[in-house]
């Protein structure tokens, strides 16, 4: 069972859009239950999260169940026609857990444990925990696999969000384990982290620890090992959690990513979690005070749509308003939560929720917006939830259909975390905000991209861009060159291509030969020096400037496309461009301005054969993007500035259910689907 069963299934054999929210009904009485159910019902909700944060009510002490309230609950939503969302409630264990098994709870980089009083006190190798979840599990399976309002499972929550990384003894023992798994021998493991450095060699398995606070930088080696053990790990409690729900239930499985939250979801790989889910869900809050939050909710939506392997997924939080945990909570303005919305829609959502229902009376996130404002349903909030679900509905056909992308982004996590680590050429050298200003470069030029990884098949895209692929693998920059001779435009930019998967530099102490190791040849250039730029100085190139960085290299046959112009790399090649077999590898070995980017990016999607649509110069907040599937396209305009726009396309939009005539009218602020005529 997949997303597409699940959209069956809410509209009755005919898909329809997931609409909903957390629901949190342990927070309040049976009084308010039956009034949400009749909201729920006015709004066009048609599935909640229930039990997520449950465990505490309905397990009082080890063993014993309580689960009257629930089916309470479950037997009110489906008498209205709303289907559920089941948690197995392993989020957050009660106190009594943490009182009864003190060393289950996790423990800080300095040692310091920590206890329950939050959420997610638990380590991720505790077996009291493990144990204890699954017993939980079982008990939920037992009891609701079979109830009319099940329609999925909700593994857990937000894995990681708190408790990652544990340094406890727990963890101690799982990393050892892994890392035997991992390398067989202690020698493999010294070659892979380099232990001759700062005579750090092991001579038995017991001597090596999680990278815990030592007197300045751990071995980056072992700090990236123990980030892949530590996803791992969590994955671990995911799938003996999700093997039980499956034994009980033919129902679909997720558990909710946390694209942005986290920075990018920085504790776990999701690439590697992505394939044990029977649908892809995320959680995407927009950061409230960045001018082009929309952009950042754009490029999550397309890495989650990476994740699923480019089929649709289910946004399974984001905020009808202000959020609760910024510096300062901005409240969404009107119109604004309906065009966020649209714009996951737009890249492959098939389910909008949210975090929450209704706003908490309690507790820390009291002033988190929710569906149901504490203010009720004379408000602004309330209006645009009845609003979006109305519009959900009239746009129900999309769902099942395919996002239409120009290009991909390419976003490794062993890339990330080891261009994350410590002791580097500068600080400035920061992965996800290149990848997010590559991808911001062509959301402005109107081309739509998906976010993949460096060993996924590219062959299908005319233009791949890998921003800061700092790590690779063999298999990824075999891929990568096999992309490029096979007829593929792709551009490389500065830190690619350094380390291996070991975070050892690519390089040859024989005969030398310079940076990028691992794409050398394929770019034609030899970098022998970096030289990383002062705060906010500027190196004047042949075209613009650039910014961040800058290297002393010379070209071997690629052809130089601009050049350092002063200072101390001047007349090094800073942009090439190399032909390879049928397509082209450039190489950017700066951060390009406004004007380098502006020379730079029209030539490369000319190689690429990609045309930028009219509409990114004429309307330049019209955000465009076209779901199709074999059933027919859809164009979806997001009007995010403050003039209206006008796009040339012949169908329906479907919220307004009016024929286009050939030129589709986005107001300001607003948005737009049309099925595509003919
Ligand atoms: C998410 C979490 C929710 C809620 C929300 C608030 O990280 O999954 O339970 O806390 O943030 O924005």
């Not at 009510?57 to 689960?67: A, D, K, T, V």
């Not at 098939?350 to 309690?362: H, K, M, N, P």
């Not at 390089?507 to 705060?535: K, Q, S, T, V």
Request: with cysteine.
């Amino acid at each position: 069972m997949d997303l597409n069963d699940l959209t069956r299934r809410l509209g009755n054999g005919t898909p329809r859009i997931a609409f909903g929210a957390d629901y949190n009904p342990e927070q309040w009485s049976r009084e308010v239950w039956k009034h949400d159910v009749e909201l729920m019902r006015e709004a066009g909700v048609n599935l909640v999260s229930v039990g997520i944060f449950s465990w505490a009510l309905l397990e009082p002490e080890e063993g014993r169940y309580e689960f009257g309230w629930l089916d309470e609950v479950m037997d009110l939503l489906h008498a209205n026609g709303i289907a559920v969302d089941l948690a197995n409630a392993s989020a957050s264990p009660p106190p009594w857990f943490t009182v009864k098994y003190p060393d289950s709870a996790p423990v800080d980089e300095n040692g310091v444990r920590q206890t329950h009083g939050s959420r997610q006190a638990f380590a991720a190798c505790s077996p009291d925990y493990r144990r204890a979840a699954a017993a939980l599990t079982t008990a939920i399976a037992e009891r609701y696999s079979q109830h009319p309002a099940l329609a999925m499972w909700h593994i857990h929550n937000e894995y990681g969000c708190h408790n990652q990384p544990d340094f406890g003894p727990h963890a101690e023992r799982g990393f050892r384990e892994w890392l035997r798994a991992r390398y067989g021998t202690i020698d493999a493991l010294n070659e892979a982290w380099g232990t001759a450095f700062w005579s750090q060699h092991y001579y038995d398995w017991s001597e090596i620890m999680p990278p815990r606070r030592s007197g300045t930088w751990v071995n980056p080696s072992q700090q990236l090992d123990f980030a892949r053990f530590s996803s791992d790990s969590l994955l671990e409690c995911f799938e003996a959690e999700a093997d039980i729900i499956r034994a009980h239930s033919d129902k679909p499985v997720t558990t909710n990513f946390m694209g942005t939250n986290m920075g990018l979801a920085r504790p776990v790989d999701y690439w590697r979690w992505a394939p044990r889910m029977d649908i892809v869900s995320n959680d995407h809050y927009l950061i409230a005070e960045d001018p082009r939050n929309h952009q950042d909710l754009a490029l999550v939506a397309d890495l989650t749509r990476g994740w699923a392997q480019t089929k649709p997924w289910l946004l399974m939080e984001h905020s009808t308003s202000a959020v609760n945990w910024q510096p300062r909570n901005i409240a969404k303005s009107p119109g604004q939560m309906l065009r966020n919305s649209f714009q996951h829609l737009a890249r492959g959502a098939d389910g909008i929720l949210f975090f929450q229902w209704r706003a908490s009376r309690a507790g820390a996130e009291k002033f988190h917006s929710g569906m149901v404002p504490h203010a009720g349903r004379d408000t602004k909030v309330w209006r645009e939830v009845v609003e979006l679900g109305a519009a959900l509905e009239k746009a129900s056909e999309v769902a099942g259909s395919r996002v239409v992308a120009d290009a991909a982004l390419l976003f490794d996590t062993d890339a990330r975390w080891a261009a994350e680590l410590d002791s580097h050429p500068s600080m400035e050298a920061q992965p996800v905000r290149e990848l997010r200003e590559w991808h911001d470069a062509l959301f402005r030029a109107g081309i739509t991209t998906d976010v993949r990884q460096s060993t996924d098949d590219l062959s299908a895209y005319p233009l791949v861009v890998a921003p800061m692929l700092y790590l690779v693998t063999d298999d990824g920059a075999a891929n990568l060159r096999r992309y490029v001779e096979g007829g593929g435009t792709l551009v490389l930019t500065y830190f690619s291509g350094i380390v291996d998967e070991h975070d050892r530099i690519i390089m040859d102490p024989l005969n030398g030969g310079g940076y990028p190791g691992a794409f050398r040849e394929l770019l034609g250039i030899e970098i022998e020096e970096f030289f990383p730029l002062h705060a906010a100085e500027t190196v004047p190139l042949t075209e613009g400037s650039g910014e961040r960085w800058s290297e002393l290299g010379r070209t071997t046959t690629a052809e130089a496309v601009s050049r350092y112009e002063a200072g101390p790399t001047a007349g090094s090649p800073a942009v090439t461009r190399n032909a390879a077999g049928r397509g082209h590898a450039y190489y950017v070995g700066t951060t390009p301005d406004a004007e380098a980017l502006a020379g730079l990016l029209p030539r490369v999607l000319a190689d690429a054969g990609i045309e930028p649509p009219r509409h990114a110069a004429e309307h330049p907040d019209l955000e465009v993007v076209t779901r199709a599937s074999e059933e027919g396209s859809w164009v979806f305009a997001i009007n995010h500035g403050t003039e209206d726009a006008r796009l040339p396309v012949d169908g329906v939009e479907l919220v307004s259910g009016s024929a286009t005539e050939g030129e589709l009218r986005v107001p300001a602020g607003g948005v737009a689907v049309v099925r595509v005529a003919g």
